[in-house]
């Protein structure tokens, strides 16, 4: 299981070079799964629509029980990297997060721990990680049933044109 580090800890350096390697394993793997070359690919920013959702906001319907908030599956030629989260929501009832490729689970990051910080948001040096056409799911477990403002952080690899259509 990955740790989350808040990026005090993590260090501004650290930060910059994890961000790098990230952005070089996205494209990395892109191309060794399609062929297509590597300067044909654009890396951005993930944004709620990668994963079906119109904002940053996950809905929990059940109080004390997991909920699952993402369930969609990636289009081909798009993959994606998860590898912080930022709790936006004054009032936070997640307790952990659960990223999942079917039934399988990637991983599991514990949430509480980051609602003492002055600012709730960290990064871990292991990226979730979803390839081209994987099913992703996303599972948290909420103490209320209510709407949170999470976000998660991360970057797209998708051939150039498809959203970013200029370098």
């Known amino acids: 299981m990955a ?11 650290e930060y910059l070079a994890l ?4 952005k070089e394993e996205l494209i990395a793997t892109a191309v060794a799964q399609t062929g297509i070359p590597k300067e044909k690919w654009v890396v951005r920013d993930l944004l709620p629509s990668d994963l079906g959702l119109t904002e940053w906001k ?3 319907s059940s109080a004390n029980a997991e909920n699952t908030v993402i369930n969609t599956t990636l289009d081909k030629r798009k993959f994606i990297r998860i590898f912080g989260i930022a709790i936006l929501d004054p009032n936070p009832a997640g307790v ?11 991983d599991i990051w514990g949430l509480q721990d980051l609602y003492v910080l002055e600012e709730p948001r960290s990064y871990t040096k292991e ?3 979803y390839d081209q056409e994987d099913n992703v799911q996303i599972v948290v477990y909420s103490t209320a049933a209510k709407d949170e403002k999470i ?4 970057f797209v690899a998708e051939p150039l044109g498809k959203t970013i259509t200029v370098r």
């Open 151 to 154: 976000v998660l952080i991360g």
């Open 96 to 106: 952990y997060i659960k990223f999942q490729k079917d039934q399988d689970i990637k």
């Open 19 to 22: 961000v790098e390697d990230i």
């Open 58 to 60: 996950f809905t929990y």
């Open 3 to 13: 740790k989350l580090e808040n990026i005090v800890l993590l260090g501004r350096e």
């Open 127 to 129: 990226p979730i990680k």
